[in-house]
């Protein structure tokens, strides 16, 4: 199973609402991502997990909250969200590993298209 | 500073014909390539990856990279395109100054195949 899941496949909120992307993976990936991709655009990192720490914060606004409960969930918390976060959340895994034997390519979701009114 | 650069924003190739799309890379150290492609409102599927070893690589659907440490270039390569092959390709390199989590995106470029 190379599939990783993401729920929901849209998503439309306001300004005030708080609402949750999650994310699934089970191929025993140790590492685990969220990447915001405007349309046209490339995927902008914004936060890595490696086994369930966070790893890496790529200076996201603290509206945006990550939690990884477990090796094969992660969850992206949204509150006070801007018009300018409109976008498609991508959430994607792969094996961690030192050195050549350890660049992993990436599985991705097929992402939330969230839109903030 | 890492970086991959995608140069054309759009490639446009008849079906049949070869088709390439060009990505150049500077890195520090031994570069981790990789190509993905997405198709519209889809994520990012794997194509390929150089990592080490002979400098063409092969992957999925037909599709085909070759490293030129020479002219620090991985482009992509297919012998005869297919409509189905038409959509946004990225490549990307991983960043050794952050572990192993950091990948870099190249500006991605539009394949267009024309019946």
């Known amino acids: 199973d190379t599939e990783v899941t993401q729920t929901p496949k849209h998503l439309v909120m306001g300004m005030t609402n708080k609402k949750s992307l999650k994310c699934e993976q089970h191929?025993?990936?140790?590492?685990m991502y969220w990447y915001k991709q405007k349309a046209k655009k490339p995927p902008e990192l914004m936060f890595v997990y490696s086994y369930e720490k966070l790893s890496i914060n790529e200076s996201v606004p603290s509206r945006f909250s990550p939690e990884c409960p477990n090796s094969s969930l992660l969850n992206l918390h949204l509150h006070a969200l801007q018009p300018e976060d409109s976008a498609l959340y991508l959430c994607a895994s792969s094996s961690p590993g030192q050195g050549p034997s350890g660049a992993y390519e990436q599985y991705f979701g097929p992402g939330t298209r969230l839109t903030v009114t | 500073a890492q970086s991959v650069a995608q140069p054309e924003d759009q490639v446009n190739v008849a079906e049949g014909n070869p088709l390439t799309v060009k990505c150049t890379y500077s890195v520090s150290g031994n570069p981790y390539l990789f190509w993905y492609v997405q198709y519209p409102n889809r994520g990012l599927q794997f194509l390929l990856k150089?990592?080490?070893?002979?400098?063409l690589v092969k992957g999925s659907y037909g599709f085909e990279a070759e490293f030129n440490k020479s002219q620090t270039s991985f482009h992509l390569k297919k012998p005869s395109a297919l409509v189905s092959d038409s959509a946004l390709y990225f490549c990307a390199v991983r960043d050794p100054g952050r572990g192993t989590y950091k990948y870099i995106f190249g500006t991605g470029t539009r394949l267009k195949v024309l019946a």
């Open positions: 191929m025993g990936h140790r590492a």
């Open positions: 150089y990592i080490t070893g002979d400098n």
